[in-house]
């Protein structure tokens, strides 16, 4: 399965059969099947669904994302047909409230988030010998801090806890990147250069796939065990998703080491580092080549989660 992205302005999307056609001033520019999609991305400016076409997606479980233009904040979105179990979705209710519930699911994700943090940095540390010093340090104080985890109490301690971790992990991965690429520290909305722009990209789709896996596997979103309910925020799509996030931050290195983005794929303007039309399109390829891994986990996390939820409510 894959996700079609439409990015580009003043296009219409028409059912026809089994596929759907792309138009652009009534003439037909291309056909995607339908049997081949799981999500469709909206980045483009005036693009027209009629509710037909909006129904068909639904009802074959296609998601619909429709982001805000080059900001790519999230302004609607539809999951289709949800879970018809709801004995899962009153488990998870029941089990959020339970503290060494939330504690335990809580150490779980920190320490994956660690564990990939200090792979990845490892991985660096082997090609890039001229790092040696500020990789090892991490190194060395992330192992101090899987060390402690077992040490927390509360869900207080553990973020306080990956707090002082991001604080270690952001001073070595900025060291790994050329100054030029202006990366200096973690700052988004909107992030202010090339790299926070494609780490702030990177997450927000993870997250919109975490959300549609929540919906598969007939769990809510808004419920999570590390994230506590807060208003508008999807905490469990969060929970999911921290011990991808150095994925993400290995693909947007990996991006720039190879040249794949550069610099004037981007234009800064003030405060703003957005990607350019040009360096969308190399993102978006890129990512669907790495995402299939990704994907799985995803899937394969979910569906842990519900049998657990199930079997513990």
């Keep these: 399965m894959s996700t079609l992205y439409i990015d580009r302005k003043e296009l219409e999307i028409r059912l026809d059969g089994k596929s759907l056609a792309l138009y652009c001033s009534n003439k037909r520019q291309s056909t995607v099947p339908l049997g081949i999609l799981d999500r469709l991305i909206i980045t483009g400016n005036n693009i027209t669904l009629s509710s037909n076409v909006i129904a068909t997606l639904a009802s074959l479980g296609i998601a619909v994302i429709i982001l805000a233009g080059r900001h790519q904040q999230k302004i609607a979105s539809i999951w289709g047909t949800p879970h018809n179990d709801a004995s899962i979705r009153l488990g998870q209710y029941y089990l959020s409230q339970d503290k060494n519930t939330c504690l335990n699911q809580s150490r779980h994700i920190i320490r994956s988030k660690f564990t990939h943090q200090l792979d990845f ?161 190399y993102f978006y390829k890129a990512w669907e080549e790495q995402i299939p891994v990704i994907r799985r986990y995803l899937r394969l996390s979910c569906r842990n989660l519900a049998k657990y939820i199930k079997s513990e409510s």
Excluded at 161 to 171: D, K, N, Q, R, V
Excluded at 198 to 226: R, W
């Design 121 to 281: 940095i490892k991985s660096v540390k082997i090609k890039r010998k001229d790092l040696r010093k500020p990789l090892s340090d991490f190194i060395k104080q992330i192992n101090l801090y899987i060390q402690r985890l077992e040490e927390t109490s509360s869900i207080d301690s553990l973020l306080g806890l990956e707090g002082a971790s991001a604080s270690s992990y952001f001073t070595a991965y900025k060291s790994i990147f050329p100054p030029a690429l202006l990366f200096t520290n973690r700052n988004r909305r909107p992030p202010r250069d090339p790299i926070n722009s494609i780490l702030s990209l990177s997450y927000t789709l993870l997250h919109y796939e975490a959300v549609q896996n929540i919906y598969k596997t007939g769990m809510d979103p808004y419920i999570g065990f590390y994230h506590q309910p807060s208003f508008g925020r999807e905490s469990l799509a969060c929970d999911l998703i921290e011990p991808l996030r150095p994925l993400c931050d290995k693909f947007t290195y990996n991006l720039f080491r190879s040249s794949t983005l550069r610099i004037d794929h981007f234009s800064i303007d003030e405060d703003k580092c957005l990607l350019t039309k040009t360096g969308r399109a």
